[in-house]
Every structure is written in C-alpha cells, then in structure tokens.
C-alpha cells in the first residue's frame, strides 16, 4: 500500500486549544521516553488539527527526552526526567528538567547537519540528534540551577522549519 | 514456479504455491530455489508501511545497515509516513536511499 | 523487533511489523536486519503444504537444490501429502531429508 | 498447517466401478503429460474409493508418460501418445502407445534403486523412474510393432507395493 504523503503544512490549521497542558515524570529510560512520546503525540493530535506541528513536536520531544537519558544520565538508567508541555497562541512550549551531569561548557551543542554526500563508508550513522533540535525548535535556552538541568524550546504553530541551509 | 520465501533469523522457509512440483515443472523450481543462493542481497527493500515513527537513533541504524551490506547490495526505503519523510528531509538522506511509493512499487521499479 | 523478510527473486524485502524505529529499538533493529546477511541458509524449510503430487523429476530437483546449497545448509522438507511421502519413502529419499509435519514444526525444532 | 499422513492401505476399500475406462491422445510435450494426469486422477477418485491406488497410479502415469516424452521422443515435442485406462476387479488396467524410438534393446530398464546412503555430493538427482514404475507396476509388458511402442502394466487394487529390497 502506498500511503499519501502529508498535505502541505502552509494552509491554514484551526488554533490549538489554548493553554492546555501535560505534565508528566518518567524514569531514565529509552522505553520509558517512547511511550511518553506517544502519549504526547495523542495529547497534541487531540488539542491541535495541526499534523505538521504534532509531527514537528514527536521529533523533537524524542530527540530531546533521548538526550538526556543517553548523555546526561549516560544511559545508566538511574535518574528522573520532568516533562510539561504548554498549548499557546504562537505553538507548542517545552520544558524539561532533569538532574544529570551538565551540558558541557554550559552551552547546547551547536548541531552542525554531518555531510551526507561522501562515500557509502563515510555517511554519518549518528549526530543528527541536535541538528534536528536546532533547526526545528525556536527560543532554545538552557540552564543549569544547583543541580538541575533546565531546557525550554518551543515549536512554532506554523513554518515546518528553517532553511535548510 | 511459485515459491513464498520468508526468512525467520537464520533460517529461510520456501513455501512451493503450486500443487506439483513434476518434470514439466522441475527447471523452474530449481531455478527459483537457486535465485536464492546465487545473488541474495542484491537489493533490500525496507518497507516502511507501518512505521509512524523515526528518530535519529533509528535513521543511525539504518544508515549502519546500510553500510554494512556494502557497496553490492542496494538499501532502498518504501512506503514512508510524514514524521519518516520529514526526519530523512531535514537530515538531506532523502539524497542518500533511493525512496518508492510502496514495497510493490519498488519491486515493480 | 519484528521485520518480515520476503525474497522476490534477487531482492529482500524487510517489512517492520512495528510502528516506531527510535532509540529504544534501534539496536534490536539492526540485529534483526543484520541475521540475514551473517548466516542466511543455514537451514532451508522447504514447505510442502500446497504440494499434492512430486514425480522422480521433482524428486532430482529437491535433490540437486540440496547438493547445490551444501554441507553448511540444512534442506529440510514440511508438510507432505500422501503421494510425496510416498515417493520418499519408495525411493529411500525419507532417509536423506529431515521430515516436519509443518513448516511451524520444523521452526519450532 | 499439519497435513494427517494417509490412512494404511491395508484397510477394505469399495470396490471399483468396474469397467469404467477413459481414453486420451496427447501431443509429446510435459505439459500435456502434466495435466493428463491431473484428469486421471480426478477419474480415478470418482471411480474408486481407493485413495492409495489413485496415488499409486498418478505416481506411475507420470513417470511413464514422462519417459516417452524425454527418452522416446527425445525432448523434441514431435509425436503423439495416446492413453488407455480400464477400471477392472484386480485394479487399474494402462495401456500406452507412442511412434519414438524403440526401447533400447526391446526390454524396459531394469530400474535399479539408485543408492542413497553415500556423501551429499554423490546422492542420486535422476534415474529413479523406472524404479517406480517397476515397484508399483505389476504385469508389465512391452512390445514394439511396426513403429509403434506398445506397454502395458496394471495397478493392483491392492497392496501399496512390492516389498522395498
Ligand atoms: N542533554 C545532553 N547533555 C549532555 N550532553 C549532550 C546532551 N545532548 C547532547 N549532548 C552531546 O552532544 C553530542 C551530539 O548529540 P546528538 O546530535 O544528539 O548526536 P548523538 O546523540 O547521535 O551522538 C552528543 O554526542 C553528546 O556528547
Ligand atoms: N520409454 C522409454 N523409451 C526409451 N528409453 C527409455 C524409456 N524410459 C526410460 N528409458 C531409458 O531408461 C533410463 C532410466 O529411466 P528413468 O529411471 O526414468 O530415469 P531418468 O529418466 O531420470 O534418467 C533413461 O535414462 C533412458 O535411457
């Protein structure tokens, strides 16, 4: 079966239902972030008729969750993650908590895209992770408080993304 | 001559859809049964149908696969839903797998 | 993770039965692709379900698949109607071959 | 699916309807040969109720009528081979008549069992036709006239074959 692909995201969208929100606390587990992720996707396809902003969002909470369990807890599995979502008039709020080692240097990688166009043994099997983050999340800030990491983004209502330069 | 082959971990099952295999038949199960073994990997087709879903760990394993089946074999995505299309768009490997409609598409191609 | 394998001649297609390929199957993802290229015909299943009748020609092709694919693969045979087990039996050919009595059978042995 | 093995022949059968014949020309060719045998064998299950001479016979036509494509005919597609079939009280009565090549030395092939228990590399891939015919064929007969090639052979009713020597 061939599917159809999505319709383009430039036509207009009824707005999300405003101020809606979801918190939640999940251990430090890829299982764990994939069915939070799910059941966000379900919240957001309830609370917006915007597919392209819930696709938008699924990405970039999975990047974002998997991060955290995988570099700032380094995948030992111990250790608690904080999620709440926030529906506003411009799109959708993220913030995380958790309480893992520091980014390093205090400063959110920079998310270059790895080059795709070498040979078959070069193309990159990883490393997309943050360029993704960058390049779909707006307003990205991070803080580290005591022993708290703190990370907000937000994903705009509408643009699939910025250039892709 | 029909042959159904499903691959189960280590093990290939051949399930013959045809109700005799005589000498009138005998060439053409042979040659089927053969195709197997002589050019397995020339083409993988991953068929996507039911995947909603990929995050960049999963686009990661199947770029590794990819690389490991070498230069022969041709790993090619089927059938892709908006959050796949979107991850492999964004990352520019829309370029690097050669993407069809659906599996029966790609074997038709 | 589960991933349907078909062989249409010289190609694979790997269908994945589920619905995310993220990081918490990512590995399992690759492992599952992976079984197919290190030990591909260990054991050949040859399922018979279909197959009401086989004559000496058919026999010799079985038989000629299973000296082509080697010591290294087991062919084994599922499934036999009265006819082809007859046959085996009348030419010993019971002997040579592993026998199922389904292509379930012979996975779960 | 599990098939369940045939039940043991040994059983009591209805009898045959006896007299019952059928009879058929073909071309030379192994399709031909592939679906005649089909239809005698759908004869067959109308006529007996005896499931294991039907298989006996089916296994029988087909290795004989498969013979004459390749051996008297050579391959070659030229020819005509007609079929005759009589439902009698001691089992299946087959007479067949082709214009190929005689039998080489006027005696059908002795059709030893080829062995079976040596390596892989030297299991047998042909030559067990004529051993099937022979151990489930009884009174077989050839005889050659003008340029016709005339054998005979019958089914017994029962008795699913010689004893395995
Ligand atoms: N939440 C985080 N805490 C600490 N370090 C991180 C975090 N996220 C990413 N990093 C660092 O940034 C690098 C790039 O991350 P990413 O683009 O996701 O690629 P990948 O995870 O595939 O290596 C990681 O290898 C890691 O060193
Ligand atoms: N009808 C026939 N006319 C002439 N020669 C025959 C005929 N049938 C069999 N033969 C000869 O007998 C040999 C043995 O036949 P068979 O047991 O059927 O084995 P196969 O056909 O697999 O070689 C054949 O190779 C052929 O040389």
Same mark, same amino acid.
């Given at each position: ?25 999940? !251990? ?31 990405? /970039? ?7 955290? /369990? ?32 520091? /980014?390093?240097?205090? /400063? ?20 997309? !992770? ?36 | 001559?029909? @042959?159904?082959?499903?691959?189960? &971990? ?8 045809? #109700?005799? @295999?005589? +000498? +009138? &038949? ?18 993988? @087709? ?9 995050? #960049?760990? &999963? ?10 089946? &070498? ?9 892709? #839903? ?16 050669? @993407? ?5 598409? +790609?074997?038709?191609?």
């Amino acid at each position: 079966m061939a599917r159809a692909f999505s319709a383009n995201p430039q036509s207009a969208h009824p707005m999300p239902t405003a101020g809606a929100e979801l918190s939640r606390t999940i !251990g430090s587990h890829l299982g764990e972030v994939r069915d939070l992720v799910a059941k966000v996707r379900l919240f957001l396809d309830q609370h917006t008729g915007n597919p392209d902003l819930c696709q938008r969002t699924e990405i /970039v909470l999975a990047e974002l969750l998997n991060n955290i /369990v995988e570099h700032a807890y380094r995948e030992e599995g111990a250790g608690r993650i904080t999620l709440r979502i926030v529906l506003c008039e411009t799109g959708v709020r993220i913030l995380t908590e958790d309480t893992g080692d520091p /980014v390093p240097g205090g /400063v959110l990688p920079e998310g270059l895209l790895p080059a795709t166009d070498g040979s078959l043994s070069s193309l990159p099997e990883g490393g997309f !992770g943050w360029f993704l983050l960058r390049n779909l999340a707006h307003d990205l800030s991070y803080e580290r408080d005591a022993d708290t990491n703190r990370i907000r983004l937000t994903l705009p209502y509408s643009g699939d993304s910025k250039p892709n330069t | 001559m029909a @042959i159904t082959k499903t691959i189960h &971990g280590t093990t290939l099952v051949a399930r013959v859809e045809e #109700s005799r @295999i005589d +000498a +009138a &038949g005998a060439v053409a199960f042979k040659d089927e049964m053969m195709a197997f073994k002589t050019a397995p990997q020339h083409r993988i @087709i991953l068929d996507l149908e039911n995947v909603e879903f990929l995050d #960049s760990s &999963g686009l990661g394993a199947v770029v590794s696969v990819m690389k490991a089946y &070498g230069e022969e074999t041709s790993l090619e995505l089927a059938a892709l #839903s908006p959050v796949v299309e979107k991850v492999l768009r964004l990352t520019r490997m829309d370029k690097v797998f050669k @993407i069809h409609n659906s599996a029966d598409t +790609a074997l038709a191609a």
